[in-house]
Antibody, heavy 123, light 107 residues
């Protein structure tokens, strides 16, 4: 299993941050795992953003971000996507995608991580 | 949200030392507690799940315990490769919050 985040490294304030996590070596749809997005602002700790079930029908979001976040699956491309709207400088962070260690864990025990992608919000 | 705290925020210890990191949850999370190690520039690595269960491949010098609101991670004999920042994370309920981290330096 390998995960690789991709997307623009620079996003302007008020715009939408769009990231993709490409999954290889594992079938997104033939499983009962959750896929999560987690971020880490510079020099700070980890913040769980949300997760999505492999069916794509169940998502969990951090309440304080819920109005701005959408996590989705593209099973044909084996990708997990993150969209975060109306970004500000506070959204500058390393963004990680991850898969739970165990099935049906709701995104609660990310054990397989991508290397992360650095996103800066600046004009 | 469940708030997680950790102490100390940083520590410096010598190779061979025994170190303990404490994590506290703002409410009862039973044994829904994971520990991660993160090295600079790298993604976190899951060490311990369900409060006391070593993830596959994690050296036996790592151990953890606790339940309810108070948890500990112990490294019985610190090794040079154990430097990094350690995070606890509650897996009891969404959002799955992390502690602020404990930075471990090797003297």
């Amino acid at each position: 299993l390998q995960l690789q985040e991709s997307g623009p490294g620079l996003v302007k304030p008020s715009e939408t941050l769009s990231l993709t996590c490409s999954v290889s070596g594992f079938s997104i749809i033939d499983s009962t795992y959750y896929w999560a997005w987690i971020r880490q602002p510079p020099g700070k700790g980890l913040e769980w953003i949300g997760s999505i079930f492999s069916s794509g029908r169940t998502t969990y979001y951090k309440p304080s971000l819920r109005s701005r976040v959408t996590i989705s699956l593209d099973t044909s491309e084996s990708q997990v996507s993150l969209k975060l709207s109306s970004v500000t400088a506070a959204d500058t962070a390393m963004y990680y995608c991850a898969r739970d260690r165990d099935p049906n864990a709701s995104g609660s025990m990310p054990a397989h991580w991508g290397p992360g992608i650095w996103v800066t919000v600046s004009s | 949200d469940i708030q997680m705290t950790q102490s100390p925020s940083s520590l410096s210890a010598s190779v061979g030392d025994r170190i303990t990191i404490t994590c506290r949850a703002s409410q009862n999370i039973f044994d829904f507690l994971n520990w991660y190690q993160q090295k600079p520039g790298k993604a976190p690595n899951l060490l311990i799940l369900s409060a006391s269960n070593l993830q596959t491949g994690v050296p036996s010098r790592f151990s953890a315990s606790g339940s309810g609101t108070d948890f500990t991670l112990t490294i019985s004999s610190l090794q040079p490769e154990d430097f990094g920042t350690y995070y606890c994370q509650q897996s009891y309920g969404t959002p799955f919050t992390f502690g602020p981290g404990t930075k471990v330096d090797i003297k």
